[in-house]
């Protein structure tokens, strides 16, 4: 639901003293950075408890030339999600491109086709300085993508009118950061389109409530926390609610030589003597393919031989901080398309469980997806070919 930055936690915050500031985007054509989010969320129907969703959103950022005060951005989001008591490991939900316009101040100029970022116009600066309890307000918008969970096929937005107050500075490892309290009330009633399904959402209403933390050197957030509750009163009669916290943090894109990596991770690999494992350089990464895992027929069980291997694989991704992995399983082409994509995601998730386990990763380093028999090597017509793709593949991302 929330798929927007937020911040982490932090235990003490020491207000300090401060005279006028201005507050604006620093903007470098050719900057590219990350922000990692990550949002906890209760979900009731009709007023009874349903679930609890963790949400983990990675998205990266690059500034190019634009017009006047403005720079183009071009962002690519990638959502994932994992149910309460669930494995440990993310699954892929949606990837996401958008281009937008933004100025120093923060407005953006952004077409109504993009479902991401939720929040626009947020946050926006006044002209000139402001003082330590200034407050301001500016409007902004939230769009969301209700396609999986409501059915809605076209980006959901409504507008809220925003609240900031500048609380003052905090001192956090040696960088001076500003304190912004942003706040805004939600009712939003939705014109009913000509063919309405059950689900849609005609109303609205909630509270939102982000303490946002702005390296003014950096001219952009360093980090921010979020508390949220949202009623969405849908044409059946029935409501949804929506209540968490959400927290997130920009992190410095780390680029990586591809074709450096590869060959020393060949290298490695043939000194390890893992057979069936390749290495290709692609345009999300490095990916390692790995056709010696095997499991039990129509099982994601790993034997203890297998585990041995995965071992070897975590020993030679070690050190390679600042880069999340993708696990993908893939299967040939038997059984139904339902059944080979759930195959091949626990096959997927088994992996990616073993290397948690191992401490080869921290749970929001790692996503998993299951792709079926729809990306095949070989003639699934053969044994051979069959065989070939079977496999798990492991990406080493771009981040």
């Known amino acids: 639901m929330r798929k927007f930055l937020a911040c982490v936690l932090f235990l003490v915050l020491l207000i300090l003293p401060s005279w006028g500031e201005e507050f604006k985007f620093r903007q470098v054509p050719g900057d590219h950075y990350r922000i990692l989010s990550q949002v906890v969320e209760d979900v009731y129907i009709n ?8 949400i983990l959103n990675r998205i990266a950022l690059a500034v190019e030339e634009g017009e006047s005060d403005s720079v183009k951005i071009l962002a690519d989001f990638q959502t994932s999600e994992k149910s309460s008591g669930s494995h440990a490991v993310y699954e892929w939900g949606r990837d996401y491109h958008s281009e937008f316009l933004r ?10 086709e993009f479902f991401m970022p939720v929040l626009r116009d947020i946050p926006v600066f006044p002209e000139g300085e ?11 918008e939230e769009v969301h993508d209700l396609r999986d969970s409501l059915g809605v096929p076209l980006p959901y937005n409504f507008p809220v009118d925003v609240k900031y107050t500048y609380l003052g500075q905090i001192e956090e490892q040696g960088v001076l950061l500003e304190v912004i309290e942003i706040k805004y009330v939600v009712f939003h009633k939705a014109p009913i389109p000509s063919q309405v399904t059950p689900l849609y959402p005609i109303r609205i209403s909630g509270i939102s409530k982000q303490v946002l933390h702005w390296n003014r050197e950096a001219g952009r957030p360093e980090y921010s926390q979020e508390e949220f509750d949202y009623y969405f009163d849908l044409y059946s009669g029935d409501s949804i609610e929506y209540r968490g916290v959400a927290e997130g943090r920009v992190v410095e894109a ?4 591809r074709e450096e990596l590869a060959d020393n991770l060949r290298k490695d690999l043939d000194e390890r003597g893992l057979e069936e494992t390749e290495v290709a350089v692609n345009d999300r990464g ?14 994601s069980y790993l034997w203890d031989s297998e ?27 038997a059984g139904t398309v339902q059944g080979r994509y759930n195959l091949s995601l626990e096959r997927a998730r088994a ?8 401490g080869c990763k921290n749970p929001d380093e790692v996503i998993i997806r299951g792709f079926g028999a729809e990306k095949p090597l070989a003639d699934n017509e ?8 079977r496999r798990v593949e492991i990406t080493i991302l771009e981040n």
């Open 103 to 112: 100025d120093s101040r923060g407005r953006y100029d952004i077409g109504p």
């Open 286 to 299: 490095v990916t390692l393919t790995l056709r010696n895992i095997q499991f039990p027929a129509d099982s």
């Open 382 to 389: 053969t044994s051979q070919g069959q065989q070939l793709n």
């Open 130 to 140: 402001v003082e330590i309890g200034d407050t301001w307000n500016y409007p902004a």
């Open 307 to 333: 585990k041995v291997k995965l071992d070897e694989i975590c020993e030679v991704t070690e050190g390679l901080e600042g880069h999340d992995i993708e696990i993908a399983g893939h299967t040939a082409l």
């Open 254 to 257: 780390v680029l990586m030589d």
């Open 351 to 358: 992996v990616g469980d073993y290397l948690l386990s191992q």
């Open 47 to 54: 007023g009874l408890f349903s679930h609890t969703a963790e």
